[in-house]
């Protein structure tokens, strides 16, 4: 199945790599891409129709963390969004707990492109070291398994 995508986005991507020394650096028949930047794994993706890309970082949550620890993480949210640092949010195609933003492609350029990938890994470095400083290491180190039934919060 071939990706509907206006070129337009691939070039602004591959002028992006280039900044940042990537020589090839398009979605091409995909929809993300992955990468790790300073041992961070990150995903950049665009969904054919959507007017932004978003980028993600998978967080390693340890398994089985109480609900006031899940709370404190959405309460965090207000704060971070606020301060333009992104979010923290279940994915469900990842299957783990991720820092999320969204970069808006209306008049985005390469060297924007760059301004808002430099902030955003200022954020996921944040991120990462503010999760494992609130939240205690337990022996299975693996994100805990996400599907579309959990049920984070009944109102």
Known sequence: MTI?????????????????????FTFG???????AIDDLPLVISHEPGS????????????????????????????????????????DIPLGSW????RIPLAGLTAPHLLDHFENALKAIRFWHAEVARLIPA??????????????????
Do not use: Y
């Open 138 to 155: 337990t022996e299975a180190d693996t994100p805990p398994a996400i599907s579309a039934t959990d049920v984070l919060f009944r109102l």
């Open 4 to 24: 509907q995508r206006p070129k337009w986005i691939d070039d602004l991507l591959q002028d992006f790599g280039l900044l940042i020394g990537f020589d090839d």
């Open 51 to 90: 007017s932004a890309l978003l980028i993600r970082s998978p967080l390693q949550l340890p398994v089985g963390q109480p609900l006031a620890t899940l709370t404190m993480l959405h309460a965090a949210n207000m704060d971070s969004l606020g301060a333009g640092m992104g979010i923290i949010a279940c």
């Open 98 to 101: 991720v820092w999320a933003d």
């Open 29 to 35: 028949e995909t929809t993300a891409i992955d990468l």
